[in-house]
């Protein structure tokens, strides 16, 4: 069982950057890969940013050139650097462990970050 805990969200305006961390009660170098995830209001949760346990990334369309995900396996550690806001940015995001267990994947509490003047 492995404990995932976001923080770093808040209040932004525009253009501007946040980044979030997730923090993980065990190695994240054993997951198939660790990932963020959104859900704005009224909206289905979709994939942000992934990166693999080989170090591959992968990007959702709308994020790609402005958003950056990254790790510290000796913190057991994922990051999300967010720049260029934008207010379609706003949502709850969540920290994703992938088991490789199928289907034991794991999930963090969110974290709100919402994008406005």
């Known amino acids: 069982q492995v404990q995932l805990v976001e923080s770093g969200g808040g209040l932004v305006q525009p253009g501007g950057s946040l980044r979030l961390s997730c923090a993980a009660s065990?190695?994240?170098?054993?997951?198939?890969?660790m990932g963020w995830y959104r859900q704005a209001p009224g909206k289905e949760r979709g994939l942000v940013a992934r990166?693999?346990?080989?170090?591959?990334?992968r990007y959702a369309d709308s994020v790609k050139g402005r958003f950056t995900i990254s790790r510290d396996l000796a913190r057991n550690t994922v990051y999300l650097q967010m720049d260029s806001l934008k207010p379609e940015d706003t949502a709850v995001y969540y920290c994703?462990?992938?088991?490789?267990?199928?289907?034991?994947?794991?999930w963090g509490q969110g974290t709100q970050v919402t994008v406005s003047s």
């Open positions: 065990g190695s994240i170098f054993v997951m198939n890969a």
């Open positions: 994703n462990a992938e088991d490789p267990d199928p289907g034991s994947d794991y």
């Open positions: 990166i693999s346990r080989n170090g591959r990334t």
